[in-house]
């Protein structure tokens, strides 16, 4: 049984850091691709970022430069580091498992999903 379990979340001030962790169980070290993917109240689901079963990493265009996703294999966890958050980056923060990265940042045809973490840039 796959799981998924995201932490890290929290209140940050604006310019400040988190890393958030999808801690994944029930299938085989680097058999996924990961992504996370972030949603804020009445908007829509949008992705983030994206890690291959390779390592390859893809970021959408907002993030670029600001977050950095990372796979600890040994622990089978995927890293989410948020970097210079600003409050349009205020969310809940999900991540999912399965299907394939987009270059944009997208994790597509997912299969599984956690139950996300809550992120608030706020002063």
């Known amino acids: 049984q796959v799981q998924l379990v995201e932490s890290g979340g929290g209140l940050v001030q604006p310019g400040g850091s988190l890393r958030l962790s999808c801690a994944a169980s029930g299938f085989t070290r680097n058999s996924y691709a990961i992504g996370w993917f972030r949603q804020a109240p009445g908007k829509e689901r949008e992705g983030v970022s994206c890690?291959?079963?390779?390592?390859?990493?893809y970021d959408t265009d907002s993030v670029k430069g600001r977050f950095a996703i990372f796979r600890d294999t040994a622990s089978n966890t995927v890293y989410l580091h948020l970097n210079s958050l600003k409050p349009e980056d205020t969310a809940t923060y999900y991540c999912?498992?399965?299907?394939?990265?987009?270059?944009?940042?997208?994790?597509?045809?997912?299969?599984?999903w956690g139950q996300g973490t809550q992120v608030t840039v706020s002063s």
């Open positions: 890690i291959t079963t390779r390592g390859g990493t």
């Open positions: 999912a498992a399965g299907g394939y990265c987009s270059v944009d940042g997208w994790l597509r045809e997912s299969s599984y």
